[in-house]
Nanobody, 115 residues
């Protein structure tokens, strides 16, 4: 059974950094594109970043240059390295992948950027 696990998040001060992880079980992440989304309070879920099976990455303009998506195929894990955090980065962050046309989502990780 496919499952995406996201460890708990936390709070960080503006300008700080945090690394999120998304670990898959029941499937091989290495052959899948993996996408990070986020949902701020009262807003729709929006795309943040994508990593292809070959490692090609793409980012939303709002996080370009501050966030880095990467993968460790040996650990079946994808990371989102978030730097220079701003209050507007406060959101629940979700990872997602597709397996045989079915979307699988992580449970979400709360990141709060506040002084």
């Amino acid at each position: 059974q496919v499952h995406l696990a996201q460890p708990g998040g936390g709070s960080v001060q503006p300008g700080g950094a945090v690394i999120l992880s998304c670990t898959a079980s029941g499937m091989r992440f290495s052959i899948r594109a993996v996408v990070w989304y986020r949902q701020a309070p009262g807003k729709q879920r929006v795309w943040v970043a994508t990593i292809s099976p070959s490692g090609t990455t793409s980012y939303a303009d709002s996080v370009q240059g501050r966030f880095t998506i990467s993968r460790d195929n040996a650990k079946n894990t994808v990371y989102l390295d978030m730097n220079s955090l701003k209050s507007e980065d406060t959101a629940v962050y979700y990872c997602k992948t597709l397996v045989s046309g079915i979307e699988y989502w992580g449970q979400g990780t709360q990141v709060t950027v506040s002084s």
